[in-house]
Nanobody, 122 residues
Framework: QVQLVESGGGLVQPGGSLRLSCAAS????????MGWYRQAPGKQRELVAS???????DYVDSVKGRFTISRDNAENTMYLQMNSLKHEDTAVYYC????????????????WGQGTQVTVSS
């Protein structure tokens, strides 16, 4: 059973920083692309940042220069360093991974974490 578990969310003042982590566990053969999504109240879920297995990254324009995505392939873990946080960054942040899993029959699919709340407020 594959699980993605996020951590690191919380309450921070505008201009502050947070670091989110996403740890994948279970019988995992390979993790392909990973990404961080966020969903604010009343809004659609949006892709914030993504990273390939080779380390190529991409960001939504609103976070470029402020957020940095990274991953540790040996630990099956992904991170999101968020600096210069703004009120509009307030949302539930979800991690997503495209991975190959399975103890007998390999299965490739997309998995989601349960989400972690990030609140930017003074």
């Amino acid at each position: 059973q594959v699980q993605l578990v996020e951590s690191g969310g919380g309450l921070v003042q505008p201009g502050g920083s947070l670091r989110l982590s996403c740890a994948a566990s279970g019988t995992i053969f390979k993790i392909y692309a990973m990404g961080w999504y966020r969903q604010a109240p009343g809004k659609q879920r949006e892709l914030v940042a993504s990273i390939t297995s080779a380390g190529t990254t991409d960001y939504v324009d609103s976070v470029k220069g402020r957020f940095t995505i990274s991953r540790d392939n040996a630990e099956n873990t992904m991170y999101l360093q968020m600096n210069s946080l703004k009120h509009e960054d307030t949302a539930v942040y979800y991690c997503n991974a495209d991975l190959l899993s399975g103890s007998v029959v390999p299965y490739r699919g997309a998995y989601w974490g349960q989400g972690t709340q990030v609140t930017v407020s003074s």
